[in-house]
């Protein structure tokens, strides 16, 4: 079966002249998540990252569906879990924890306050759906840090430890502060793809409460781990 | 993929040849080794990243794909380097023969080589986008994003890499000495100690040590 965009010149709306390479597909609203697809995401680590980063529409369509909620939720934890410990392992072998607190723990304390206060406003929206949401953060933040991994690791290799103005633990806290973006990010992409599960607008404005809440809390956590050095 | 691999080596050789005649024969046969080094480190360090962040842009992308995408990016900038080969060797040749045996016209070569690798990457970097717009079918916001993300990849970690494999040209009062192949975090002549501090002290343009700085010796006498 043919794409839109690999229909014959004489369909385009534009006109039998107009090159093929720019005529665009009308964008399609994305479909749930399939649950075997899901399924195995669980036992497949690429798919678990392709679902974390490549899927946001169809994240988004899955939580207004109701799809496998629970096991997407499940997938993004073992994500942020297992794939920051990485980057932990590189800032401090006896450390290889802080970097999952960072992120996910910040992320689980606040999660709480997202979900009584959308309830409260009136959002009902169900607890798996805010978890999907929620955890999108630590677990994009997880494969961003652990794509960051090896440059860190030549970095702590390679500059000494002693007295500069550039230190690598700076640097490394710029990519731990691009890879919580990245998350934050993701999160937005999956919502604008899931703002129909929200009867109205005002989780969004929740959600951007939330994020000052949250990116506080992440504050302080940094500052109690002492990720700065 | 062998091929191509194997020009990006013998161009930024020969860029890095062109580059270190400015110093001396020694720098100069040294950077035949060290420039394909550095780009073989820098593209090794951020494989991980730039797929990574391909996922995020560009699903369609694997990873030997992506790969292959920013193997291009290098080839491509070491090939316009090289074309400029000539002309980096003529103006080291010609500096070198009328230095001072200080300082020189090491902060003027510097600046043109700066600019270089800015336009030989910034073309590089349109070109490569435009090849992820015709064959992935990538919209061009997010071709153009993604490569600019890994064009920030690279220079944050190949700054880095090249700090570590210092020297690769120095200035005429060194000339004489056989340094180490690597100086790595050993201070630079205004003290930092990693790229990214050097870029730092580029910027607030600390004063040189009293012996090189023209300045300072005028008003010694």
């Known amino acids: ?229 | 993929m062998i091929r191509g691999a194997l020009t990006t080596l013998t161009c930024s050789a020969l860029y890095g040849f062109a580059l270190g005649s400015a110093h001396s024969e020694l720098y100069a046969t040294r950077n035949l080794v060290k420039f394909p080094l550095l780009i073989v480190i820098t593209g090794v360090v951020c494989a991980l990243a730039y797929w990574i962040v391909a996922r995020a842009f560009a699903p369609m992308l694997s990873f030997q794909a992506v790969q292959r995408a920013t193997g291009r990016l290098f080839h491509d900038m070491s090939v316009l380097l090289a074309s400029l080969s000539p002309a980096v060797a003529f103006l080291a040749w010609t500096s070198r023969a009328t230095d001072d045996g200080m300082l020189g016209s090491y902060d003027s070569f510097l600046a043109f080589n700066v600019a270089i690798v800015a336009v030989a990457g910034s073309l590089a970097l349109l070109r490569q986008t435009r090849a992820l717009f015709t064959q992935y079918g990538l919209a061009p916001a997010p071709a153009k994003l993604l490569v600019g993300l890994w064009l920030v990849l690279s220079l944050g970690v190949g700054g880095q890499a090249a700090f570590v494999m210092r020297p690769f040209f120095g200035f005429p009062a060194t000339r004489g000495n056989t340094p180490p192949f690597f100086v790595g975090a050993e201070p630079d002549l205004r003290g930092a100690t990693n790229f990214y501090e050097a870029v730092w002290q580029t910027i607030r343009r600390p004063r040189l040590p009293s012996w090189l700085d023209a300045g300072a010796r005028e008003q010694k006498k």
């Open chain 1, 1 to 229: 079966m043919s794409t839109p965009a690999e229909q014959p010149l004489s369909n385009s709306p534009a006109g039998p002249d107009v090159p093929l390479a720019i005529a665009r597909a009308p964008r399609r609203p994305a479909l749930p998540l399939d649950p075997e697809f899901v399924d195995s995401a669980l036992t497949n680590p690429l798919r678990a990252i392709d679902l974390t980063l490549a899927e946001a529409d169809r994240v988004g369509a899955s939580v207004v569906a109701g799809v496998a909620l629970s096991r997407i939720a499940f997938i993004l934890l073992v994500t942020s879990l297992l794939f920051a410990i990485p980057y932990g392992c590189v800032l401090s072998l006896a450390g290889w924890w802080k970097v999952v607190a960072l992120t996910l723990g910040s992320t689980v304390i606040c999660l709480p306050s997202l979900f009584v206060f959308s309830s409260y406003l009136g959002q009902r929206m169900r607890l798996e759906q805010i978890l999907v949401l929620g955890f999108t953060i630590p677990a994009v933040a997880a494969l961003f840090s652990f794509g960051f991994a090896p440059i860190v690791a030549f970095l702590r290799a390679t500059m000494s430890e002693g007295d500069t103005q550039v230190p690598w633990r700076s640097i490394s806290n710029v990519l731990l502060a691009l890879s919580v973006l990245a998350g934050v990010v993701q999160l937005w992409r999956t919502w604008l793809a899931a703002r129909n599960a929200a009867p109205s607008n005002l989780f969004a404005m929740v959600l951007l409460v939330w994020h000052a809440v949250f990116l506080h809390v992440l504050w302080r956590m940094g500052t109690v781990l002492h990720l700065g050095g």
